[in-house]
């Protein structure tokens, strides 16, 4: 095995850990996650005056699902 192949594994295991704790943080702080995509949501819509309300909305929508299917469930964040 070259050098390489050693620095391949490392980062492919480093990879896995750090996706386990990210599974493991949406899974425990879902609902704390989307409610700061809300607020960041509405954050915008204030400061706009809710001209882009409907593209806010659209992109709430996607954050959460996007975050929520981080561990192949969609299950975390309401």
């Known amino acids: 095995m070259g050098a390489f192949d ?14 386990d704790k990210v599974h493991g943080a949406v899974d425990e702080h879902g609902e704390k996650i989307g409610g ?21 909305d659209t992109g709430q929508e996607r954050g959460k699902d996007a975050i929520d299917n981080l561990d192949g469930q969609d299950d975390d964040i309401p």
């Open 6 to 19: 050693n620095m391949k594994d490392k980062i492919g295991d480093l990879a896995e850990e750090h996706q």
């Open 36 to 56: 700061g995509i809300d607020s960041a949501g509405d954050f915008v819509d204030d400061k706009t005056g809710g001209r882009f309300a409907e593209h806010v």
